[in-house]
């Protein structure tokens, strides 16, 4: 049982454009977001978190937004560049204590340019 | 920082064989967590740990699989005997418990990729 899903194994979008990537969890007890980002041979990295207080969280050219009624948030990246080009894992976790991640599959995201 | 060293980068072995991952974590860090990547499954949580006593090995999948953390900065895992169905790359992952949004980011290793022939 995918506690974690994100339903889009892959998804191109052009150089420049706005890449939106998304994930839904079905534990509603989860209370903090993550979005991690893995190249070929590496491990994955940290991307950007929010917490279920919030509803938008901000980084640059990356923006988590969480809908906890819908129970989704989902990934923008803008302006999107060649170097995004990687797979993005949604990861969903408890807000205290220092728990695992339960992760998502991946969307594999190729940036055209 | 050097960031989560796991070593071997690979491993081929045969079935049969004992098969040995080692994990050293960020200093400083006192969790640490295995995963498996496979192409089925995702990456899911295998065994944490919180200052070095083993939290949930649930995930564990049978009776072959066992880790250790002897002391805060080294952690194995271990498989005996290996299956070809064990083949997957294996992640160790490591954080800090504290306050705010800095909590809980695990910071992973580049992984050990495992074939077991």
């Known amino acids: 049982d995918q506690q974690v899903k994100q339903n889009s194994p892959s998804l191109s979008v052009q150089e420049g454009r706005i890449s939106i990537l998304n994930c839904d969890y079905t534990?509603?007890?989860?209370?903090?977001f993550l979005w991690y980002k893995k190249y070929p041979a590496e491990g994955p990295t940290f991307l950007i978190s929010i917490s279920s207080i919030k509803d938008k969280n901000e980084d640059g050219r990356f923006t988590v937004f969480l809908n906890k009624s819908a129970k989704h948030l989902s990934l923008h990246i803008v302006p999107s560049q060649p170097g995004d080009s990687a797979v993005y894992f949604c990861a969903a976790s408890f807000l205290y204590g220092n728990t695992p991640l339960v992760f998502g599959k991946g969307t594999r995201l190729s940036v055209i340019a | 920082d050097a960031g989560v060293i796991q070593s071997p980068r690979h491993e081929v072995t045969e079935m049969g064989q004992e098969v040995t991952l080692r994990c050293k974590p960020i200093?400083?860090?006192?969790?640490l967590f295995w995963y498996r990547q496979t192409m089925m499954r995702g990456l899911e949580l295998l065994i944490y740990f919180n200052n070095n006593v083993p939290i949930d090995d649930s995930g564990m999948p049978e009776d072959r699989f066992s880790a250790k953390m002897p002391n805060a900065s080294f952690s194995t895992l271990k498989i005996q005997p290996s299956e070809p169905r064990d083949s997957a790359v294996y992640f160790c992952a490591s954080s800090l418990e504290g306050r705010g949004l800095a909590k809980n980011i695990q910071y992973f290793g580049a992984g050990t990729r495992l074939s077991v022939l």
């Open positions: 534990n509603s007890m989860f209370d903090y």
């Open positions: 200093s400083g860090h006192n969790s």
